[in-house]
Structure formats: structure tokens, C-alpha cells
């Protein structure tokens, strides 16, 4: 795409969310609230019925087959002006793989519900002793006749509460190389012998948990792939996912709210020079990260969409962003003065549908749930430490 | 021993029994169960802390207490900082007491923990700026007007010390929650101890109900006594993250080794050993410069530990978080309590920067 059909692409963006964003969830959004599944459902949708929900899937797939660019333009203004994300699990990671990998039978059985955001997927790869270590997962599945026997239990399953199914890595065979006896099974949450059990975690919420299997039986249908075809078919998923990784809309959005606090604090009679003067180096350097991890993050997709080797460039989008969206919070922490230190969970579910404003109390616990929550984004999804080894092995490798 | 400070005898019994009440009545569960209650229990604890004498150790002979210095305030905050305490022991007593027996006023019932307070002074980011809300004169009483915001405890005080700016400058009241005109709105804190905001609308308060001290000093004397008790709980509390983190990397297991093996993981072990001396350090500093005559000197002295516990302390309970993984974020795990505690510490007794601005105010660096 030209540079010109991407900005008028951008701005189409724009006018669409701010037409079609129910006031609501803008208004939750805005207000930084915990959105609800039926938030997520509402959206996905809306931009379903508009053609956009299947934006990165190939034409083939029966997709819109944007380009890297126009995906990351979609996904920067989408967060930005505050849709809400897309929730991966379904359209982004088991809809691709069933395309690829699926059968017949288990495309024509669960694209259509994946498509409608009617039926609502969870990701089952970590485990109590395998998180880094994916590998060394050990979730059994045993061939009995036409069924699998699973045993095991699945740890950080986000949103695994709202889930009708599971895209699992198992393991069916223990004996050789530990990757090699991966496999991935569809897993209908609602089989017998499947219990949730709820994680809060450091901000006061629950989004996470760990997801326990006793003797549950899974139709033998539902293996994606052949036995042990696992670790590969989780391999070319997470490759669909290195375009979100730095997540760089809502960063912004943030930024916003950072310039708009800071803008009240340097106008504020009350404040000291001194302290105003640091105030203001610390938004500098925070404007500097977001605007080098935006170029970095343009510099990339560009790259790609010319055929640059990924290498490591998911693994430094993943270390700049996290630890961005670090900094960005602490910031947005410390600009709320008196209120630096509030933080009630049950804020981020306060009703938004009334009149008024949020009060000072209310927007710290936004920020200072920004700042908890943004301790789990190093963690989750292959930590800082394994995205460093990465880089380094590449760029070892690269120097010869 | 405590900070590497020369204790008496009762202060290293204190430190002791103290250290023994945390590992026995502050598991994390029981700490759970009270405060996810609705309402939450933050006052558990308190009748057992009053038994214990922590009171009397932060008071003066003179105030009827048996401690009231730095060393006591160190022992009290340091061995008491593991257990996550949310009780207002240290602003009841530690501070509020001391206000009110420099003002001559009883404190018996403070130390015997049948009165708590909290102290309504900060108003922005800076709490050794003078307080800005008004308290005209009206004959026999003052009307105050204005909002105390976030105020740690004020949920769960009987009554407060509130500044003001009176007609002669700052001024100091010992006034009832329950004041007509007073509006509270219950809030929390990051560590789940609770706060809220003090609307004053034209609360009547008789002229006798003023503390009769100088409040600038009274004030500034109050606040280092806070600096200095969360640097020394700062201490101890990256002491007691370390603690759990490195016993953590020797147990966990992923690659087929302990993460203990791993050198990027070690690097960031030693870092947090060495920010752990480097809080504990500065901590000592702190408490050796309370004891000190008032002086520039010693409020930087104390300013530059603040804000070196503050630096030391967080890197060490964001750095636990990370090696504890996913287990680190889990609200079950001590670590992101710990790492929660740290966030606190770091904006009571104004905002990290609003320190930073003044220390480069005394030192001179800034043109002001």
C-alpha cells in the first residue's frame, strides 16, 4: 500500500471507531475500566459486520489479506482511539492454525464460531512447571480407541473463565526429543472433568487461572495436525502474533493521558518549580521511548512487508514494549501527587453510564492498576530474560 | 541486630519478640483473609501490637512510653516490615503521639491503642510545603475549610491532626472524625491499607483545640520521623524479598536446572544484593541523622536516604516480581505484596520527585 492509501486507510479507522464504538465501552475504555466479555464480543462484532475483524487473514482464507503495514496501521489506531483490542486466542491464534493445519471437518465446525466471536477460545500452553520451558510441558494425552485421555494442568490460562474451548499442547509421547511428543488438541471446556480455578493477580483482578484436567476424555477428532506436530503448529502461530507484540496504540492513548496530567501539574500554582522542571524531563524522556518504540515498530513492519528476515525483531518489540509500558506507568503513577499511592481493585469496575467525572481517587486506581498490570507484560508471553537470549543468539549469530 | 545499630538490651528484645509475632500471626492467608473481607479487617492486629508494648516503644519516657528514639523507631519498623502490617501504628503513634506530646498534650490514650489517628496534612505532592486549606478565625473557633486528600488511615481513625493555614501561619488541630462538616471518603492504598479524602466544609473548631506548639517545626519533625521509619522498614523489607527470591532461584526448576544456575538471573541477583546494603546502609544513615539537632544537614542527610531506599527498594521488588515469573505476579505469592508495600512507600511523605525537588532545593543545584 502507498503511503497515502495508508494515511487515508488510518483516517477511515478513525471515523469508523468513532461512529460505530458503542458509547459504553468508549466511555470504559476512556475511563480505563475492566472491560467485560460481552464488551470484547459487542466490538469484535461490529467490526466483523464492517469486513475488519478478518483484516490479517489471507483472501484465501476468506480473510481482507492486509498487508503487515495496514495491519499495524488497523491495530495502532484501533488502540489509540480506544477500541478494544481483539481478543487473540480465537481469530488471531486457532483461526489461522485450523486454516492451515485443520481438517475439513474441524474448519467447518469451528471457523463459523470463531468468525461470529460466538464461541470464545483460550490458550492452554503453560504449565505450573513449564513456563519459560515451554517444552517441558506435561499434560498427558493418552490414546484410548477414538478418544484422548488428558491429565495435567494448564497455568496462566487467561481468560479461561470465559472460554467454550481450549487449544491445548499436550503430550503424547514422553520418549524421545521433548518437543517432538508435543501435541495440540482442541479441548471443549465444558468436558467432564475440567476444573477452573481463578488467579488474582498483583493488580486485584482476575484474569488469569489455572485449569486442571482429571481424566478428561477428547474425542480423537480434535487433534490439529498429526501426533507430536505440536511444538511446530504453536511455532507458526506465535509467528502471527510478532505485528501486536509491541502494542503500541494503547501506549499512546497512555502517553495522552501522561501529557494531559503533567499539563495539569506545570499549571498548578501550588507545585514547585523544581519539581515541575523534573516533571518535565520525565516526559521527555518518556516521549522519546514511545515515539523510538513507534519508529522502531514502523522501521520493522516496513522491513517485513520488503521481505526483511524477522531474525529477533519480535523479541526486541517485545523487550522495548514491555518495558515502555513499564516506565510509561510508573509516570503515570507518580503524576497523580497526593493520590500516588491509591489504588482500589473495585475502581475498574465502577459504573460509567451515569453523569459526572471520575474522581482523583478513581483515575489513581486507572493508573495505578496501568502499573501492576504493567509488571506482568515481562513475564507473560516468553519473559524479558528468554526474548534477551533470543537476541542475543541472533545477533551472535549474525556477527559470524 | 538492626541496621548494624548499637541497641540496648530492650531494643534487641523488642527487635526479637517483634520478629517472632510477624512469622507467627502475619502469614500472608490470615493477612488474605482480613482484607478481602467486606468490610476489611484492617485494625486485626492492632489489640496484639498494643499488647506486645510496640506503642510504648515509640514513645518517650516523658510521654509515658519506655523508647521515642530514632533506634526504636528503626527496631519498631524494621522487624515489623515483613508482616505487611496495614495497622496505622506507625502515623498513630509514631507520629500523631509525637505531635501531641510536643504540644503538651496527653497521649496515654494513643499509647494504650484506644484512640487512633491520623495525621491530614499533605495536600499536593509535596508535604513539606505549608498546607494551603484555611482556618479563619470566627471569635472563639476556627472554620476550616478544604480537602485533605488520601489520607493513610483516616478510614479507620477516631480523630485527627489537621493542618492548616491560620492567621498567623500554619497551625495544628486535634479534632474528632466525626466533626460536623467533616465528609469521609473511604479510598485505598496500593498495599491495602486504607485512606480517604477529608472535605472540611466549614468545620467549627474551638480555639483550645489547637495544638499550642510551633506546627512548622512540629510538622517537618513529624514528617523525617516517617522518612526515616519507611527507609528502615525499606531495609528490611528488600532484605526479606531477597530472602524469598534467592531461595525461589534455588528451588525452581526450568531447562532442566535451577534458574539459579542461570548467569543473566545471578546478575540480577547481585544487583538486588547490592541495592538490599545500599537501602540498608542509607537506612542506618537515616536513623544516626534523626538523632541529630534539628539542621539543613540532617534533613538532607535524611532526604538522600529517602530517596536512596526508595531507588534501592523498588528495583529490588520489581526485579523479585520478574524472577519469580508468572508466580511473582500471583496475588498468593509474598513478593507482589512486597513489591505493592515498595509502590506505597514510595509516595508517602510526598512523591518520590516532590523529594527530589527539594533535596536539589537545599543543595543548591536548581536556581530557585
Redesign the interface.
Known amino acids: 500500500m502507498s503511503d497515502d492509501s495508508i494515511a487515508e486507510f488510518r483516517a477511515e479507522v478513525r471515523n469508523f471507531i468513532a461512529q460505530s464504538l458503542p458509547d459504553d465501552i468508549r466511555e470504559k475504555v476512556r475511563r480505563y475500566r475492566d472491560l467485560e466479555k460481552s464488551d470484547y464480543v459487542r466490538w469484535q462484532k461490529i467490526l466483523q459486520d464492517r469486513g475488519w475483524f478478518l483484516g490479517s487473514w489471507s483472501k484465501d482464507w476468506g480473510g481482507e489479506g492486509w498487508d503487515p503495514v495496514q495491519q499495524l496501521a488497523f491495530l495502532q489506531e484501533s488502540g489509540e482511539a480506544g477500541a478494544p483490542m481483539v481478543i487473540p486466542y480465537g481469530v488471531s491464534m486457532i483461526g489461522p492454525v485450523l486454516n492451515k493445519f485443520g481438517t475439513d471437518a474441524q474448519k467447518e465446525r469451528h471457523l463459523p464460531g470463531i468468525i461470529s466471536s460466538d464461541v470464545w477460545w483460550c490458550q492452554g500452553y503453560s504449565e505450573p512447571g513449564a513456563g519459560s520451558d515451554l517444552a517441558s510441558l506435561k499434560t498427558m494425552a493418552v490414546r484410548e480407541g477414538d478418544h484422548y485421555r488428558v491429565n495435567g494442568s494448564k497455568m496462566w490460562t487467561t481468560e479461561a473463565h470465559w472460554a467454550d474451548w481450549m487449544h491445548c499442547l499436550v503430550r503424547t509421547d514422553s520418549s524421545g526429543r521433548k518437543q517432538d511428543g508435543i501435541s495440540f488438541l482442541l479441548i471443549d471446556m465444558e468436558t467432564p472433568g475440567i476444573t477452573i480455578r481463578p488467579i488474582v493477580t498483583i493488580d486485584g483482578q482476575h484474569h488469569t487461572n489455572q485449569v486442571f484436567f482429571d481424566d478428561v476424555m477428547v474425542p480423537a477428532e480434535n487433534l490439529v495436525g498429526e501426533e507430536g506436530a505440536g511444538w511446530s503448529i504453536a511455532k507458526f502461530l506465535l509467528s502471527h502474533e510478532r505485528l501486536s507484540i509491541s502494542d503500541t496504540g494503547p501506549k499512546l492513548r497512555l502517553m495522552g493521558r501522561l501529557r494531559a496530567m503533567n499539563a495539569k501539574v506545570q499549571k498548578d500554582p501550588s507545585v514547585s518549580a523544581g519539581l515541575k522542571a523534573i516533571l518535565a524531563q520525565r516526559m521527555v524522556d518518556a516521549s522519546v521511548q514511545i515515539e523510538t518504540l513507534r519508529a522502531l515498530e514502523h522501521y520493522f513492519v516496513e522491513g517485513w512487508a520488503k521481505g526483511r528476515p524477522a531474525g529477533a525483531d519480535a523479541s526486541i518489540l517485545k523487550v522495548r514494549g514491555t518495558e515502555i509500558l513499564q516506565a510509561l506507568s510508573e509516570l503515570a503513577v507518580d503524576l497523580q501527587g497526593p493520590y500516588a499511592a491509591t489504588h482500589d481493585p473495585v475502581d475498574l469496575h465502577a459504573d460509567v453510564t451515569g453523569e459526572g467525572e471520575d474522581s482523583a481517587a478513581e483515575m489513581a486506581s486507572a493508573m495505578a492498576h496501568q502499573y501492576l498490570y504493567g509488571r506482568c507484560w515481562t513475564i507473560f508471553g516468553g519473559t524479558n530474560e528468554i526474548q534477551r537470549n533470543i537476541i542475543a543468539k541472533v545477533a551472535f549469530a549474525s556477527a559470524g | 541486630m538492626t541496621l548494624q545499630l548499637p541497641l540496648s538490651e530492650e531494643q534487641t528484645m523488642l527487635h526479637e519478640m517483634l520478629s517472632r509475632f510477624v512469622s507467627e500471626r502475619c502469614d500472608i492467608e490470615a493477612r488474605a483473609a482480613n482484607l478481602h473481607a467486606n468490610p476489611p479487617r484492617r485494625m486485626a492486629l492492632w489489640e496484639e501490637l498494643c499488647e506486645l508494648g510496640v506503642p510504648s516503644a515509640l514513645l518517650s519516657p516523658e510521654a509515658g512510653g519506655f523508647g521515642g528514639a530514632p533506634e526504636d523507631l528503626a527496631v519498631v519498623q524494621y522487624a515489623l516490615a515483613p508482616g505487611l502490617l496495614v495497622e496505622p501504628i506507625l502515623v498513630s503513634v509514631g507520629l500523631c503521639g509525637r505531635m501531641l506530646d510536643a504540644a503538651g498534650r496527653s497521649v496515654e490514650a494513643v499509647a494504650a491503642g484506644e484512640v487512633v489517628y491520623a495525621f491530614a496534612h499533605?495536600?499536593?505532592?509535596?508535604p513539606f510545603?505549608a498546607p494551603?486549606m484555611k482556618a479563619d478565625a470566627d471569635g472563639d473557633v476556627f472554620v476550616l475549610n478544604g480537602l485533605k486528600?488520601?489520607v493513610?488511615h483516616a478510614d479507620v481513625a477516631d480523630r485527627l491532626i489537621v493542618s492548616a493555614n491560620g492567621p498567623d501561619g500554619t497551625i495544628l488541630f486535634d479534632l474528632a472524625k466525626d466533626a460536623a462538616g467533616l465528609t469521609v471518603?473511604p479510598?485505598?492504598?496500593?498495599?491495602a491499607a486504607g485512606?480517604a479524602?477529608l472535605h472540611f466544609e466549614g468545620v467549627r473548631v474551638a480555639k483550645k483545640d489547637h495544638l499550642d506548639c510551633d506546627a512548622e517545626a512540629v510538622i517537618e519533625d513529624a514528617l523525617l520521623h516517617g522518612l526515616v521509619a519507611i527507609a528502615a522498614e525499606a531495609a528490611s523489607l528488600a532484605r526479606a524479598t531477597n530472602r524469598d527470591t534467592f531461595e525461589y532461584l534455588g528451588l525452581r526448576?526450568?531447562?532442566?536446572t535451577k534458574l539459579a544456575q542461570?548467569q543473566?538471573?545471578q546478575h540480577m541477583a547481585a544487583d538486588m544484593a547490592i541495592a538490599a546494603e545500599e537501602v540498608a546502609a542509607q537506612a542506618h544513615t537515616a536513623v544516626v541523622a534523626l538523632g541529630r539537632k534539628a539542621s539543613a544537614e540532617r534533613n538532607r542527610a535524611i532526604l538522600v536516604a529517602s530517596l536512596a531506599c526508595d531507588a534501592g527498594g523498588r528495583a529490588v521488588g520489581?526485579a523479585a516480581?520478574?524472577l519469580f515469573?508468572?508466580m511473582?505476579?500471583?496475588?498468593?505469592t509474598p513478593v507482589?505484596h512486597y513489591?505493592?508495600r515498595f509502590?506505597?512507600m514510595?509516595?508517602?511523605f510526598g512523591?518520590?520527585?516532590?523529594r527530589?525537588?527539594?533535596l536539589?532545593?537545599i543543595e543548591g543545584f536548581?536556581h530557585?
Open positions: 499533605q495536600e499536593g505532592f509535596d510545603n494551603q486528600p488520601a493513610r471518603t479510598s485505598r492504598q496500593i498495599d485512606s479524602d526448576e526450568q531447562f532442566g542461570f543473566a538471573l520489581h516480581v520478574q515469573g508468572g511473582g505476579v500471583s496475588d498468593e507482589s513489591a505493592r509502590a506505597a514510595r509516595a508517602q512523591t518520590t520527585d516532590a527530589a525537588a527539594r536539589a532545593q536548581g530557585e
